[in-house]
């Protein structure tokens, strides 16, 4: 009986190992529909331009439930530009082209995202004082005590305290710490957005600028489609939704 138990047992752990095993994940592509304008260093970029504006933009990859486009726009009107991301938007589509969504989705806000970091930061910075202040007011409190007993002095209950006192400098420090931690990832994290990403700019006459645009991506789709708005008209760019699989 004992040894039937073991067995079955053995035979449901290696199941649930079984199941917990993850195999490499297919790898997800936006490819062109047609055949790509321009090249670069293997991407492959879809151009077009109206008014003396010019947009090249070519697929990047997905990542965190995005699709991550690289945008070189330039101006070569005689009017100041107004870039705004959040104009770009994207429709997922069907292998028959029928639309996915209702309507085209915005690409992510900059701004909105670098806000929600700052606010974030601040919010963890605020803990890591919180949690400083608390250890001054513990260690304080274990000084007063140390100072009204120890008149009475016995070796082990001296030692006691201060173990206590140290026990709470060590927590205070280590959650201190995991909070500037945190903030410190989240400021690399806002400097990669202020600094890498396309953001709501006056283009001037004359002027080119460049950087990433994220979309939400839509996994089920087969296909994407990009609207670009200049002025009263609108930029399209068409993108098929392609899976390679990954090999074992």
């Known amino acids: 009986m004992k040894k039937n138990l073991i067995l079955c047992v ?3 752990t290696t199941m649930l190992l079984l199941q917990s095993c993850a195999g490499p994940r297919s790898i997800t592509k936006l490819l062109p529909e047609q055949e790509a304008d321009k090249w670069l260093y293997g991407q492959a970029l879809l151009t077009d331009s109206i008014y003396g504006i010019s947009y090249e933009l070519g697929f990047d990859r997905l990542q965190d439930d995005c699709y991550l486009f690289d ?6 009107s005689n009017m100041p530009l107004l870039v705004d991301p959040e104009t770009f938007k994207s429709q997922a589509f069907d292998a028959l082209m029928n639309p996915l969504t ?21 919010h963890d910075e605020a803990v890591a004082k919180n949690h400083l202040g608390n250890v001054l007011i513990g260690v304080g409190a274990a000084v007063a005590a140390n100072s009204i007993i120890g008149t009475d002095y016995k070796p082990n209950k001296e030692g006691l305290r ?3 006192t140290e026990g709470i400098m060590a927590t205070a420090v280590t959650a201190s710490d995991r ?5 410190q990832d989240l400021n ?13 700019t006056s283009l001037e006459t004359g ?13 089920k789709a087969a296909h994407i489609k990009l609207f670009i708005p200049v002025d009263e008209q609108t930029l399209e760019f068409d993108f098929k939704q392609v899976r390679f699989p990954a090999t074992n």
């Open 179 to 183: 909070a500037r931690f945190e903030a």
């Open 188 to 200: 690399e994290l806002k400097q990669a957005w202020e600094n890498n990403t396309i953001r709501k």
């Open 162 to 164: 201060y173990a206590v």
């Open 71 to 76: 945008f070189h726009i330039t101006n070569r």
């Open 102 to 122: 209702t309507e085209a989705v915005p690409a992510i806000d900059p701004e909105k995202m670098i806000l929600q970091y700052e606010m974030d930061i601040a």
């Open 207 to 219: 002027y080119a600028m460049h950087g990433k645009v994220f979309f939400p991506a839509t996994p």
């Open 10 to 12: 053995l035979f449901a």
